[in-house]
């Protein structure tokens, strides 16, 4: 249990069946009246925010998230499949969890599964992956002072802005957290 007057940022707690995770808190003493504490708060499953008043004296439940390194081996239809590196138990996850988060990962790449009581509810990609550049224009000589950009799909078929310089069959290093071009690799 924590109280809000105890809270900190990073702290996740249960609130109305949901699970939030303290972005930003803020202790306030009026003049007149009670104190109070002022939060912010993201729901981790959705993802939204909120901001939300407590009185510092009121108790939360502890939310304990586990995240565990797994492989990803393979999707079949609307499952994905990963693998425990070390009890090499699997388990299929819906592609409804997943979203957009193994839209720069191949097969066999470690991932962190989140879940919560059991329940899986976000799939973290690694930060930087390289993959091979399978199609995109060729560039022209002499135009890379502008810093324009050029489409190009990698081997997973996802679709990115690269540099003119870049050609097909070029390994290149993609940050998942943005989706963006970051080096050659």
Do not use: W
Request: glycine share 8%.
């Amino acid at each position: 249990m924590v109280s809000a007057g105890d809270f900190k940022n990073g702290i996740t707690i249960e609130l109305e069946g949901n699970i939030y995770q303290i972005i930003e808190f803020q202790h306030v003493k009026p003049g007149k009246g009670a104190a109070f504490v002022r939060t912010k708060l993201k729901n981790i499953k959705s993802g939204g925010v909120v901001e939300k008043t407590f009185r510092p004296t009121e108790k939360f439940e502890n939310a304990h998230i586990d995240r565990k390194d797994m492989q990803y081996l393979y999707q079949d239809g609307d499952l994905y499949y990963f693998m425990d590196s070390e009890t090499y138990d699997q388990i299929a996850i819906n592609a409804d969890v997943i979203g957009d988060a193994l839209k720069f990962v191949k097969e066999n790449e470690n991932c962190k599964i989140a879940s919560h009581n059991g329940s899986v509810f976000a799939v973290e990609p690694p930060i930087s992956v390289d993959l091979l550049v399978t199609e995109c224009e060729p560039g022209v000589k002499g135009d890379t002072a502008t810093g324009a950009t050029k489409p190009c799909t990698v081997e997973t078929g996802a679709t990115l802005n690269v540099p003119l310089f870049i050609n097909q069959g070029d390994m290149i290093r993609i940050d998942t957290r943005t989706g963006e071009y970051s080096s050659r690799a």
